[in-house]
């Protein structure tokens, strides 16, 4: 059996590492290289086809939730982090695309923070609501409001229904961002 680094490198030598891999993962030029929500409409564009080819469902340009991210009890503004299952936390918002590629990441607020608040402070929002004649949509889950930027589920729909259809498709398309977020926190076991 081999010896782990971990096991081999001292406790000080590992936090100064692992502050600076986090240090360069937060480095402008490499978070607007990796993680930037599309700016241009054929950027748009692009993710639409994906979305289309992979799920058949037009107009998407990517997929909104939250997602709860555990820290230790803070000191200043505790309540701002104690979340609904009573542990505290960040809720970070994700936006991905078809491929489960994140466009866009806000660690912004705390755990206290409902999912509609953290993306009606979110600057994605903004350009959202500037790009209604392009008729492009994120989807989102029922905690957000249907706008015209902005698809939800139809709750309680009839059975056989076409709001069924487009509620079981949006749903299907929508996990999109929940497989990403499970592949982010599987590979990142901190992120729990």
Known sequence: ??????????????????????????AREVLTKYIKFPASQREREIIMQNFMEKFGFPGIIGCIDGTHVALVRPIEHEESF??????????VMIIC???????HVDASFGGASHDSFVWNNSM??????????????????????QRPWMMTPILDAAAGSPEEHYTKLHCRVRNSVERCIGVLKARWRCLF
């Open 97 to 103: 695309d078809a491929n489960l590629s994140i466009l």
């Open 82 to 91: 104690l979340n609904r299952k009573f542990y505290h936390s960040l809720n």
């Open 1 to 26: 059996m081999g010896t782990s680094i971990f096991n081999t490198m001292s406790q000080p030598c590992f936090s100064g590492c692992l502050r600076e891999v986090t240090d360069a993962l937060n």
């Open 124 to 145: 994605v929002k903004t350009i959202m609501e500037g790009l209604t004649n392009e008729r492009c949509w994120l989807l989102g889950d029922s905690g957000y409001a």
